[in-house]
C-alpha cells in the first residue's frame, strides 16, 4: 500500500517562493497517478496539478507559469514548485495517489483522479502560509 509523507510548507510574503516534497513508500512505477491538492478554509479541496497518462502534468488555471509540479521516480519522492507566491494560494497542501488498476482492468488518470473521494491515497497535508 502506497504511504505518502508531504513537507516544505511555511509562511512566506507575496512573490516568494516554496517547494513541497511528498516522499513516497510502497510505490509500483506505472501503477499509480500522482498529484497535488490544496484546501483553503472554507473552500473545498481541489486539485492543483497532476499528472496524465503520458507523464505531462496539468496544472489548474490559477497557478499555470508559477508551479512546476515533478516526480523522481527513483527516489518515489513527488515535488511541487511554488514561485510568485499569492495570498489566495493558502491553504493546506496534500499530495496524493490513484490506483490505476481495479479489478484487473487498468484506467486512465483522468478517470481515476475523478473517484479520488472514493479511492484516493492522501499524505497528512502541509499548510501554506502567504501574506501581502
Known amino acids: 500500500q502506497v504511504q505518502l509523507k508531504a513537507s516544505g510548507g511555511g509562511s512566506v510574503q507575496s512573490g516568494g517562493s516554496l517547494r513541497l516534497s511528498c516522499e513516497v513508500s510502497g510505490y509500483v512505477y506505472n501503477s499509480y497517478c500522482m498529484g497535488w491538492f490544496r484546501e483553503a478554509s472554507g473552500k473545498e479541496r481541489e486539485g492543483v496539478a497532476v499528472?496524465?497518462?503520458?507523464?505531462?502534468?496539468h496544472l489548474i488555471d490559477s497557478v499555470k507559469g508559477r508551479f512546476t509540479v515533478s516526480q523522481d521516480n527513483t527516489k518515489g519522492t513527488l515535488y511541487l514548485q511554488m514561485d510568485s507566491l499569492k495570498p489566495e494560494d493558502t491553504a493546506m497542501y496534500y499530495c496524493?495517489?490513484?490506483?490505476?488498476?481495479?479489478?484487473?482492468?487498468?484506467?486512465?488518470?483522468?478517470?481515476?483522479?475523478?473517484?479520488?473521494?472514493?479511492?484516493?491515497?492522501w499524505g497528512q497535508g502541509t499548510q501554506v502560509t502567504v501574506s501581502s
Open positions: 496524493a495517489a490513484v490506483p490505476l488498476y481495479s479489478g484487473g482492468r487498468r484506467f486512465t488518470c483522468a478517470n481515476q483522479f475523478g473517484r479520488i473521494h472514493e479511492i484516493g491515497i
Open positions: 499528472f496524465e497518462d503520458d507523464g505531462s502534468t
